[in-house]
């Protein structure tokens, strides 16, 4: 029998004093008198593990989060012992554990400031309904310090003072501040005094953050179950945090296909077949560019996943290859859900190899989707994945379709409360059997990633394209992500800026919104507004639920076709500039979206802007968001700014007020930055690239860019066939040197460049290239200096 007064004691506990240390090369343990083990493993000289355990055995050391490719390795590892602590020392960290509750805290080994210390720290409670443990994990929240990250939670970027939950969930219409939504990312970056760091509680169970809500100096966080295991990443910059802790759970595995950042349609639903083709018709007679065409729900036979309705399209080979040749990829939806149906090949091989979730007592998980009732499989176990990735064949090797859409993966269930599994659900989970309290989070990702090998298998010797709703931290490996069914407003508007910031931070750049908004219906100005700002969002995609009207570039009427127009050229014009922020992103891990904060981290007024953004590395962004709008006030971060429309330079550090008609919105470049830009197409691979343009921005000093470039698909550039164009810009009182140093094995298509020059304080009268010179009568001036060199030049002098 257990009595109250044991419940009451088991409440609540804490480590007590450390009794032994012990060393194993990089890992450090330390035992408490009670049974606490606290396991400190410095991953890095900046990276530190901190793992506990309440039984003194810690269980199989498990995560579908760190990815084996990450960065390992230190150069300094120290350890002292002193009468009240211990003292670990890296290059970049010094943490301290005290003897007497194993609490820490941590200093930049530097100039000994404090980073991070333990408010109570490590404590737990005993789950008696799941057994196991409540883990839970306080700390002091500094004086001014500011937190960002969780994913795509719908809040303003500074997330203190709020709390959080981190539990996958489908929430059709959500709204501003709406929790939780439909990914789980538990992590978040602290700044203060000009510092920063990221903490990574890698634990799957339902989680809580609270940023200073409860207590208003105490950040914690816990978790329903499992370990209280988390990464402690130390920047100081704020984009290295991101960084680091992307290395940490895997960056994207091959950079996306040039299409695939194109400009792309959907909606539930298009069809049928003569339908599609209208759609795609008529983006090319009203010369509109996009590269992809979506198929929802109703392109299959009675929602079975893997079928084809014969009635709306009876020979879905011939309709894609017509499609592919006129340009568009075609993309299809794909849910987890399998319809119970005896007469379904998909639902009998999964039945018969036993590859479907089942219940405690060994029923099988049956839940309401779309086709009716349900199995679902359990994508934890390999084998499943594996069959799974298998039956992708016939759609992507044999009809030609080109990316997945892994929708309803939470896993969303209809008409039950939750609207998801039951907490007595068993999953494989890579061998560590559990329920579905510890896989709910993850069971979307390993959906996401058993997709992405398939697409990887039969799309070769191309890449894979995958796009999932539901995603856990590491799921920016496998796929592409959209923030959910989001609502037809100007507030979703706001919300889809701030989403796909806080997306970008947290690790997770391959992110967009449903422009146009998904429920209801948006009028012509607030569409306009969503695709200027969609863009610039890495997955740039209207969708739409079809239920309250047309939602394509044209439905709004001339005008608002015209300034839709206009932008996704200038997304195309930009790709090469985009693609070239995806190389950086996939092998340094350096965001593609940059909010303020991320951008200038020691300028206090960033750290509560939520609009404006930097999309790649010198190019600001303002969303407008309000209706009847003739401009905004927006904050230009440090350095100067070229606005792209008219040249006027504006100065860093200040809020100004900028003029943006509806077919304006406030873009501003850097000065000293050079931008790449590819001729409009209608589609990628459309014309053959014989010229690109360098848009070269005048700057008194230095400044550096970047063009990557490749095949824009396949492989070929793992092996060396790349070409990675370094750029410096020297700005003079009246002369301008571009150097340009090329490394790499590929050979681009194009010869020239076509140099574009703004802001020049002086007039060109000459030009040497290579210290050959020719005058200024062989400039095309054309109202602005524009003159053309082979793309192979090593030094320009404008003079």
Excluded at 66 to 76: C, E
Excluded at 659 to 677: H, N, Q, R, T, Y
Aim: charged fraction near 25%; charge should be negative; hydrophobic fraction near 35%.
């Amino acid at each position: 029998m257990i009595l109250n007064t044991e419940l009451e004691y088991k409440g609540d506990l804490f480590p007590s004093n450390i009794i032994s240390y012990e060393k194993n090369v990089d890992v450090l343990s330390f035992s408490s008198a009670n049974n606490v083990i606290l396991q400190i493993t410095v991953v890095r000289d900046s990276v530190l593990r901190f793992r506990y355990t309440t039984t003194s055995l810690f269980d199989k050391d498990f995560s579908y989060a760190i990815t084996k490719y990450a960065n390992r390795g230190y150069n300094v590892l120290e350890v002292k012992e002193e009468d009240d602590k211990y003292i670990i020392l890296t290059s970049k960290l010094k943490c301290h554990v005290s003897k007497i509750d194993l609490r820490t805290s941590i200093y930049d080994v530097k100039d000994d400031t404090l980073i991070c210390e333990d408010e109570l720290g490590f404590h737990w409670e005993e789950s008696y309904e799941f057994g196991g443990d409540i883990v839970k994990m306080s700390k002091t929240s500094q004086e001014g310090e500011s937190y960002f990250g969780l994913g795509d939670k719908p809040v303003d970027n500074n997330l203190k003072g709020k709390r959080f939950e981190n539990w996958v969930t489908d929430s059709y219409a959500y709204g501003k501040n709406t929790d939780p939504i439909y990914k789980a990312i538990p992590f978040y970056t602290g700044l203060h005094h000009k510092k920063s760091y990221g903490i990574f509680f890698d634990n799957t169970f339902r989680s809580y953050f609270d940023f200073c809500h409860e207590r208003r100096n105490i950040t914690s966080f816990w978790a329903q179950g499992g370990e209280m295991n988390y990464y402690f990443i130390y920047g100081p910059g704020m984009t290295e945090v991101v960084a680091n802790y992307t290395d940490l759970t895997g960056k994207p595995h091959q950079l996306p296909a040039l299409w695939t950042l194109g400009y792309h349609q959907c909606k539930w639903s298009y069809y049928p077949e003569s339908k599609v083709k209208e759609i795609t018709n008529k983006f090319r007679k009203l010369k509109i560019p996009c590269d992809a065409i979506y198929l929802d729900i109703d392109y299959m036979d009675g929602f079975r996943c893997f079928t084809w309705n014969k009635e709306y399209f009876p020979d879905p080979k011939r309709m894609v290859k017509e499609l592919a040749d006129d340009g568009f990829k075609t993309i299809v939806i794909i849910d987890p859900g399998i319809k119970i149906d005896k007469e379904y090949d998909v639902f009998n091989e999964g039945l018969e190899k036993g590859y479907f979730c089942q219940r405690a007592d060994g029923a099988y998980m049956k839940g309401k989707v779309w086709p009716g009732e349900c199995y679902f499989p359990d994508f934890t176990n390999p084998k499943v994945r594996d069959w799974w990735s298998n039956l992708f064949k016939e759609l992507v090797e044999d009809i030609g379709v080109k990316g997945v859409w892994n929708d309803m993966n939470e896993p969303a269930v209809m008409d039950v409360p939750g609207k998801t599994f039951p907490n007595d659900v068993r999953h494989n989970y890579d061998g560590n059997r559990c329920s579905h309290r510890k896989a709910h989070n993850i069971y979307g990702m390993q959906m996401a990633r058993a997709t992405y090998q398939g697409l990887k298998k039969f799309s070769y010797p191309k890449r894979p394209f995958v796009i999932t709703r539901a995603a856990y931290s590491g799921t920016q490996r496998y796929t592409s992500s959209w923030t959910g069914d989001n609502v037809a407003s100007w507030e979703h508007l706001t919300i889809a800026n701030i989403q796909a910031q806080r997306m970008c931070m947290s690790g997770f750049s391959f992110i967009g919104s449903d422009i146009g908004g998904f429920a209801e219906q948006p009028n012509g100005e607030l569409y306009a507004r969503w695709i200027q700002l969609g863009i610039f969002h890495p997955f740039c995609r209207t969708h739409s639920s079809g239920d309250h009207g047309d939602q394509e570039p044209w439905a709004f009427g001339k005008n608002i076709t015209n300034v839709v127009r206009k932008f996704i050229e200038l997304r195309y014009e930009l790709l090469p500039y985009l693609y070239t922020a995806f190389w950086r992103y996939t092998v340094e891990g350096i965001p593609i979206l940059k909010s303020l904060v991320l951008f200038d981290q020691e300028d206090q007024h960033t750290h509560y802007r939520n609009d404006e953004f930097i999309f790649g590395e010198k190019i600001l962004a303002c969303p407008i968001t309000e209706p009847n709008s003739k401009g905004r006030r927006m904050y230009f971060p440090k350095g100067n700014w070229y606005n792209l429309w008219t040249d006027e330079l504006v100065e860093g550090g200040q809020e100004e007020w900028v003029d943006a008609d509806l077919d304006s919105m406030p873009i501003f470049v850097k000065e000293g930055a050079i931008i790449p830009k590819f001729p409009v197409q209608q589609y990628v691979g459309e014309k053959e690239i014989e010229e690109v343009t360098l848009d070269v921005y005048f700057k008194r000093g230095k400044e550096t860019s970047q063009l990557y470039d490749d095949a824009h698909d396949g492989y070929d550039y793992i092996k060396g066939r790349y070409s990675l164009r370094d750029f410096t810009v020297i700005g003079k009182e009246n002369g301008l040197i571009i150097q340009q140093y090329k490394s790499g094995k590929y050979t681009a298509p194009f010869d020239n460049f076509k140099i574009r020059l703004h802001g020049l304080p002086f007039k060109v009268t000459k030009v040497e290239i290579d210290k050959e010179g020719f005058l200024c009568e062989d400039l095309k001036t054309n109202g602005e200096t524009t003159f053309t060199v082979n793309k192979d030049f090593t030094e320009l002098h404008i003079m």
